[in-house]
């Protein structure tokens, strides 16, 4: 289980200089430091400090410690005390890392909300909010052990290979020693073998994850005088030429220094020319720390708001005069941007900060470009891609103030950005807002609402197609509302067509996946010189691979879900857990040859278009093509410059993206969406099919979105075409109070795990029957999920509706945790886990 509540942990300023004096008064009393690790564990653990170490103990600031079997682990200071821990004797703090806290009182107090509510261990929180750049552990090395003397025939291969490997080398780290035996599973023995015999010895060193970015620079030498240098000229030109043109290039730096890499390549000189003027200590070389992120000051560019803009921003402005939290409803394509811009440089001229999260590292790659037009040397950008180290980067400018803007997905909400005001959330409706992966089971949404409270900030969420629980907040008063339903410049919204599939299946007009409808308008698209956007929400060639003779599919070996066929790389593979085998062509069930594909990803609607237009030119977009760093980019400026004339893509493709040539988008089977079993499914089926709605037409002329669908006459789907949000909130609302679902109650969602299929149900059934017991109607299940097995653990599910009393609400977490430590006593489901997901979206 990850959940446990803490007490309040934590000194106030005085409370803390107080105590600081008392134990300065009393000589005798020892003082020692409650820490929190980076790891799932429930509780805070003690350690003492050495009397020289009495004076740096802050509340904030990282320590080593050693925990666990001699590992070194980065710990944080939350409380200071002079009370010894009862049940362990503490161990000495090893040393601190920080001269000044890194993480504040207030952040720390953040921090126990979040594991409070959302049942998780404060050490989950930690491993999420610090970048693992900050993070530092130890590192076990391995070395041969002094005058020793073995006999090969005595050991077997392996522990030959082992010593081998270490001979004439200081040590070498265990983990390069693992991947050059290529054998996990006797590793660990072969090296406890080894060591048992006294012939290596094993040690723990401190790795800072950490390291500035270092660059080298050539200078020339100090103290070389000019007729000396003039002769060098005169040298090198006759007998080294290469020598002669580096010297050339050198004097023409400024003060005769600059980037050894950068002047290579300007002037096209050799490593070897400038190796050579090195060893003839003609020129220096020395390293240089630079940043790792570079801001470029660009000239800013003026723009004028809208009447309609100008009315929404100042309806915004009063709104924050009574309210924390406001909801810009504004159509897509209604320049809610540029009212975005207009905030932000109004905090930042009166010296404050703001936070801009955005749902996908997609959506960053042109909002950056509009926005550095405006802010280009205040701001900054983080998102998932970039390395650990630019990460800790961003979080040391962010506490140094040098930040103003910070843009960046969930995460960023964790980055100490000083001074903060304003938190906007751009498409505050996107589920990937919340973290669905592991501990905390957060959504950035509702936790920058709860830590604006704590720094005085506003926030903003800006939404096309709003959440149904914040646009029920706004309309009943919790929150601020302003709606801007006139879109900006030469937008157009675009004409909704319906392509039946069932209609044109009937009457054999389709072009495999594609209707006729949609089919024409693609035949169109370059003699219109136009360009197109296709939704289709499952990636790879097709989700299964089936026997047309008996139905069978090849599922796989840890997950209980059929493998999905890519056929760039001829494999299967699991999306879940990552296992991935070659394609089958012969059943493994009746032995026919019969194997056949069923349904269409990304990959296999480009390969069909491609068979039925040659010439049309295609870019896939999802998370397979774009798992390298700048994929995103360069997709995006292509797909911009005109040298792609459609984008197939998943979800990504919807979010934000804002192209001037598309005219046309379309969603190839809008029914996937419709059909999924989730009461949310209608809300998420509007949500997406209005945003991708929203990417044609945005710049002078009116776009096309056909929908391909079996159910033409569907509300959800006639309520888009009708761009008629409202109809479908109230619809929606009625519902959800009907069945008792958000915004009229809360939900946890509670996952159990376990490897034996017949212990998780008697489990899951013991675990629902105690819940019902205690709280009755309101606990549901248990039920078996779609994917009832991942990674070889079975899972069931158990769904919990709470009220909104807060009180009641923590009682029942208290009750959920009791019941779970309960069920660990029993002898044969100790090794039952249980995930707990507060919210679930």
Same mark, same amino acid.
């Given at each position: 289980?990850?959940?446990?509540?803490?007490?309040?942990?934590?000194?106030?300023?005085?409370?803390?200089?107080?105590?600081?004096?008392?134990?300065?008064?009393?000589?005798?009393?020892?003082?020692?430091?409650?820490?929190?690790?980076?790891?799932?564990?429930?509780?805070?653990?003690?350690?003492?400090?050495?009397?020289?170490?009495?004076?740096?103990?802050?509340?904030?600031?990282?320590?080593?410690?050693?925990?666990?079997?001699?590992?070194?682990?980065?710990?944080?200071?939350?409380?200071?005390?002079?009370?010894?821990?009862?049940?362990?004797?503490?161990?000495?703090?090893?040393?601190?890392?920080?001269?000044?806290?890194?993480?504040?009182?207030?952040?720390?107090?953040?921090?126990?909300?979040?594991?409070?509510?959302?049942?998780?261990?404060?050490?989950?929180?930690?491993?999420?909010?610090?970048?693992?750049?900050?993070?530092?552990?130890?590192?076990?090395?391995?070395?041969?052990?002094?005058?020793?003397?073995?006999? /090969?025939? !005595?050991?077997?291969?392996? #522990?030959?290979?082992?010593?081998? %490997?270490?001979?004439? =080398? &200081?040590?070498? @780290?265990?983990?390069?020693?693992?991947?050059?035996?290529?054998?996990?599973?006797?590793?660990?023995?072969?090296?406890?073998?080894?060591?048992?015999?006294?012939?290596?010895?094993?040690?723990?060193?401190?790795?800072?994850?950490?390291?500035?970015?270092?660059?080298?620079?050539?200078?020339?030498?100090?103290?070389?005088?000019?007729?000396?240098?003039?002769?060098?000229?005169?040298?090198?030109?006759?007998?080294?030429?290469?020598?002669?043109?580096?010297?050339?290039?050198?004097?023409?730096?400024?003060?005769?220094?600059?980037?050894?890499?950068?002047?290579?390549?300007?002037?096209?000189?050799?490593?070897?020319?400038?190796?050579?003027?090195?060893?003839?200590?003609?020129?220096?070389?020395?390293?240089?720390?630079?940043?790792?992120?570079?801001?470029?000051?660009?000239? /800013?560019? !003026?723009?004028?708001?809208? #009447?309609?803009?100008?009315?929404? %921003?100042?309806?915004? =402005? &009063?709104?924050? @005069?009574?309210?924390?939290?406001?909801?810009?409803?504004?159509?897509?394509?209604?320049?809610?941007?540029?009212?975005?811009?207009?905030?932000?440089?109004?905090?930042?001229?009166?010296?404050?900060?703001?936070?801009?999260?955005?749902?996908?590292?997609?959506?960053?790659?042109?909002?950056?470009?509009?926005?550095?037009?405006?802010?280009?040397?205040?701001?900054?950008?983080?998102?998932?891609?970039?390395?650990?180290?630019?990460?800790?980067?961003?979080?040391?400018?962010?506490?140094?103030?040098?930040?103003?803007?910070?843009?960046?997905?969930?995460?960023?909400?964790?980055?100490?950005?000083?001074?903060?005001?304003?938190?906007?959330?751009?498409?505050?409706?996107?589920?990937?807002?919340?973290?669905?992966?592991?501990?905390?089971?957060?959504?950035?949404?509702?936790?920058?609402?709860?830590?604006?409270?704590?720094?005085?900030?506003?926030?903003? %969420?800006?939404?096309?197609?709003?959440?149904?629980?914040?646009?029920?907040?706004?309309?009943?008063?919790?929150?601020?509302?302003?709606?801007?339903?006139?879109?900006?410049?030469?937008?157009?919204?675009?004409?909704?067509?319906?392509?039946?599939?069932?209609?044109?299946?009937?009457?054999?007009?389709?072009?495999?996946?594609?209707?006729?409808?949609?089919?024409?308008?693609?035949?169109?698209?370059?003699?219109?010189?136009?360009?197109?956007?296709?939704?289709?929400?499952?990636?790879?060639?097709?989700?299964?691979?089936?026997?047309?003779?008996?139905?069978?599919?090849?599922?796989?070996?840890?997950?209980?879900?059929?493998?999905?066929?890519?056929?760039?790389?001829?494999?299967?593979?699991?999306?879940?857990?990552?296992?991935?085998?070659?394609?089958?062509?012969?059943?493994?069930?009746?032995?026919?040859?019969?194997?056949?594909?069923?349904?269409?990803?990304?990959?296999?609607?480009?390969?069909? %278009?491609?068979?039925?237009?040659?010439?049309?030119?295609?870019?896939?977009?999802?998370?397979?093509?774009?798992?390298?760093?700048?994929?995103?980019?360069?997709?995006?400026?292509?797909?911009?410059?005109?040298?792609?004339?459609?984008?197939?893509?998943?979800?990504?493709?919807?979010?934000?993206?804002?192209?001037?040539?598309?005219?046309?988008?379309?969603?190839?089977?809008?029914?996937?969406?419709?059909?999924?079993?989730?009461?949310?499914?209608?809300?998420?089926?509007?949500?997406?099919?209005?945003?991708?709605?929203?990417?044609?037409?945005?710049?002078?002329?009116?776009?096309?979105?056909?929908?391909?669908?079996?159910?033409?006459?569907?509300?959800?789907?006639?309520?888009?075409?009708?761009?008629?949000?409202?109809?479908?909130?109230?619809?929606?609302?009625?519902?959800?109070?009907?069945?008792?679902?958000?915004?009229?109650?809360?939900?946890?969602?509670?996952?159990?795990?376990?490897?034996?299929?017949?212990?998780?149900?008697?489990?899951?059934?013991?675990?629902?029957?105690?819940?019902?017991?205690?709280?009755?109607?309101?606990?549901?299940?248990?039920?078996?999920?779609?994917?009832?097995?991942?990674?070889?653990?079975?899972?069931?599910?158990?769904?919990?509706?709470?009220?909104?009393?807060?009180?009641?609400?923590?009682?029942?977490?208290?009750?959920?945790?009791?019941?779970?430590?309960?069920?660990?006593?029993?002898?044969?489901?100790?090794?039952?886990?249980?995930?707990?997901?507060?919210?679930?979206?």
């Amino acid at each position: 289980m990850e959940y446990r509540p803490y007490s309040t942990i934590y000194f106030t300023k005085n409370d803390l200089i107080q105590e600081l004096e008392n134990i300065m008064d009393t000589e005798r009393d020892t003082l020692y430091v409650e820490v929190v690790l980076p790891l799932p564990i429930p509780r805070l653990f003690t350690y003492r400090l050495s009397e020289e170490m009495n004076e740096l103990a802050v509340v904030g600031k990282r320590v080593f410690v050693v925990f666990g079997s001699r590992k070194v682990y980065t710990a944080l200071i939350v409380n200071i005390t002079t009370e010894a821990p009862k049940v362990y004797e503490a161990q000495y703090v090893l040393a601190f890392i920080d001269d000044s806290p890194l993480i504040t009182v207030q952040q720390l107090k953040f921090w126990q909300w979040i594991a409070n509510y959302y049942m998780c261990t404060l050490g989950d929180v930690m491993a999420a909010a610090l970048p693992s750049g900050l993070k530092i552990e130890s590192e076990t090395y391995v070395s041969l052990a002094e005058d020793i003397v073995y006999n /090969e025939a !005595e050991l077997d291969e392996k #522990e030959v290979k082992i010593l081998k %490997l270490l001979t004439g =080398k &200081e040590k070498l @780290k265990i983990s390069a020693i693992e991947t050059e035996l290529k054998s996990k599973s006797s590793f660990v023995k072969i090296v406890k073998s080894l060591y048992d015999r006294n012939l290596i010895v094993i040690s723990d060193d401190i790795t800072e994850v950490y390291k500035p970015k270092l660059i080298t620079r050539i200078k020339l030498a100090e103290g070389l005088k000019e007729e000396q240098f003039n002769e060098l000229l005169i040298t090198t030109e006759r007998r080294a030429k290469k020598q002669y043109e580096a010297l050339l290039a050198l004097m023409g730096e400024p003060n005769y220094d600059a980037a050894k890499t950068d002047i290579i390549k300007r002037f096209n000189l050799t490593a070897s020319a400038i190796k050579a003027l090195i060893d003839k200590q003609i020129i220096e070389q020395y390293q240089v720390s630079v940043d790792r992120i570079i801001t470029n000051k660009i000239e /800013e560019k !003026e723009f004028s708001l809208s #009447e309609p803009q100008l009315v929404a %921003l100042q309806e915004v =402005k &009063e709104s924050f @005069k009574t309210q924390n939290t406001t909801l810009l409803h504004g159509a897509t394509a209604s320049g809610k941007t540029f009212i975005y811009i207009d905030l932000i440089q109004e905090q930042i001229e009166k010296g404050n900060s703001v936070l801009y999260l955005v749902p996908e590292i997609a959506l960053t790659e042109q909002l950056i470009k509009r926005l550095e037009n405006y802010f280009s040397d205040k701001m900054a950008v983080s998102h998932s891609r970039f390395s650990q180290f630019e990460k800790v980067e961003i979080w040391q400018k962010a506490n140094k103030g040098e930040i103003k803007l910070l843009i960046g997905p969930r995460s960023s909400l964790f980055m100490p950005l000083q001074n903060l005001s304003l938190i906007i959330i751009d498409e505050e409706h996107e589920t990937t807002f919340k973290q669905t992966d592991k501990a905390p089971r957060y959504n950035a949404r509702d936790l920058a609402i709860v830590y604006a409270k704590s720094t005085d900030a506003k926030v903003l %969420l800006g939404s096309a197609t709003p959440s149904i629980e914040t646009y029920y907040n706004a309309v009943t008063g919790k929150y601020g509302l302003v709606k801007l339903k006139a879109l900006f410049g030469k937008a157009f919204q675009p004409q909704i067509v319906f392509a039946d599939i069932r209609e044109e299946t009937r009457t054999k007009q389709m072009h495999g996946i594609f209707t006729s409808t949609l089919f024409n308008q693609l035949e169109n698209l370059q003699e219109e010189r136009s360009q197109g956007i296709l939704f289709q929400n499952r990636k790879g060639y097709v989700p299964v691979v089936e026997c047309t003779t008996c139905g069978w599919t090849s599922k796989c070996v840890n997950c209980d879900i059929a493998l999905t066929y890519y056929k760039y790389s001829n494999n299967l593979k699991c999306h879940y857990c990552g296992y991935h085998q070659p394609n089958i062509t012969k059943c493994q069930a009746c032995g026919s040859n019969t194997m056949g594909i069923q349904g269409y990803g990304t990959e296999r609607i480009v390969e069909e %278009l491609q068979l039925l237009i040659p010439e049309m030119r295609i870019i896939r977009f999802d998370q397979d093509s774009t798992r390298q760093k700048n994929a995103f980019r360069n997709f995006i400026n292509d797909f911009e410059n005109g040298k792609a004339d459609v984008m197939v893509g998943t979800q990504i493709v919807v979010k934000g993206l804002d192209f001037e040539n598309v005219h046309l988008a379309a969603v190839i089977s809008a029914d996937q969406l419709l059909n999924f079993p989730d009461f949310r499914a209608y809300e998420r089926t509007f949500q997406l099919l209005s945003q991708l709605a929203g990417r044609t037409g945005r710049h002078g002329q009116q776009g096309t979105m056909i929908i391909q669908t079996r159910q033409v006459q569907n509300e959800v789907l006639q309520a888009i075409a009708k761009n008629d949000y409202q109809g479908f909130y109230e619809q929606q609302i009625t519902e959800r109070e009907q069945f008792s679902y958000p915004p009229f109650s809360r939900l946890i969602k509670l996952t159990l795990k376990h490897k034996n299929p017949e212990i998780i149900n008697q489990a899951a059934a013991m675990f629902s029957s105690l819940l019902k017991y205690q709280l009755g109607a309101r606990v549901l299940g248990p039920e078996t999920p779609f994917i009832s097995k991942i990674k070889n653990f079975y899972l069931r599910n158990i769904l919990i509706k709470m009220g909104k009393d807060k009180d009641n609400e923590k009682a029942i977490k208290a009750f959920i945790q009791k019941t779970y430590e309960y069920m660990l006593q029993k002898e044969n489901i100790k090794s039952l886990q249980l995930i707990a997901d507060v919210d679930p979206y």
